[in-house]
């Protein structure tokens, strides 16, 4: 069963300074690697989706890479904004299924 | 442009009652449809998914139940509802390129 592991579950950070959220996976077999954004009372926001054959993506200030041999992905949100409060999850598919990690929640201070 | 709905947004439904949820999908045709729970200080959960009209896949042992009547619509129910029910249920739809686009979700407090 594919255990999702997100470290740290809350961060709080300045205006300005860069965010890395990390998450690890058990299972490296994969289709690929996708990470959300909740805002509290919400629904999921799509951010990014890495497939399995892929090492990176980026949208705008946002990065994720991903370490399918290693089970690892780490998204990166540079010059960090007050607007990107909120809980980020991180949710690997495998046969078109997703599990999901705790999340980490990003505070950051104006 | 897709869009996903759910109803009702918010339900306070006391223990042994029962259950309709209701989720559906626009702009988009045969979608893979999921259900999710997530409890309060716990991640999402991963309750039932569907392929199509009447095929439902369930992931998780418990006194929920699904339906899928028509292409684009997608039922959470149950007959007798529990306190551990509680929770916030997110539907999700699949597209083409892999990617899971949720509804706004239900919350749903048993008392």
């Known amino acids: 069963k594919q255990e999702v592991t997100q470290i740290p579950a809350a961060l709080s950070v300045p205006e300005g300074e860069n965010l890395v959220l990390n998450c690890s996976f058990t299972?490296?077999?994969?289709?690929?690697l996708q990470w959300f954004r909740q805002d509290p009372g919400k629904g999921l926001t799509s951010l990014l989706l890495?497939?399995?054959?892929?090492r990176e993506q980026t949208s705008g200030r946002l990065n994720a890479s991903l370490d399918k041999s290693s089970g690892r992905s780490t998204l990166y949100i540079a010059a960090s904004q007050p607007g990107d409060s909120a809980t980020y999850l991180c949710?690997?598919?495998?046969?078109?299924?997703?599990?999901f990690g705790a999340g980490t929640t990003v505070t950051v201070r104006a | 442009s897709q869009t996903i709905h759910q109803w009702p947004a918010t339900l306070v439904q006391p223990v042994g009652s029962p259950l309709s949820l209701e989720c559906t999908v626009e702009?988009?045709?045969?979608?893979?449809l999921y259900w999710y729970r997530q409890a309060a200080g716990r991640g999402l959960q991963l309750l039932f998914y569907?392929?199509?009209?009447?095929?439902i896949s369930s992931e998780v042992p418990q006194n929920l139940s699904a339906s899928r009547p028509q292409d684009r619509q997608f039922i959470l129910s149950s007959k007798k509802l529990l306190l551990s029910d509680s929770g916030f249920y997110l539907c999700?739809?699949?597209?083409?390129?892999?990617?899971?686009?949720f509804g706004p979700g239900t919350r749903l407090t048993v008392l």
């Open positions: 949710a690997v598919d495998d046969d078109y299924k997703l599990s």
């Open positions: 702009g988009t045709s045969n979608p893979n």
């Open positions: 999700a739809w699949r597209t083409s390129t892999d990617t899971q686009y």
């Open positions: 299972d490296s077999a994969i289709y690929n």
């Open positions: 569907s392929v199509g009209i009447g095929q």
């Open positions: 890495i497939q399995s054959s892929q």
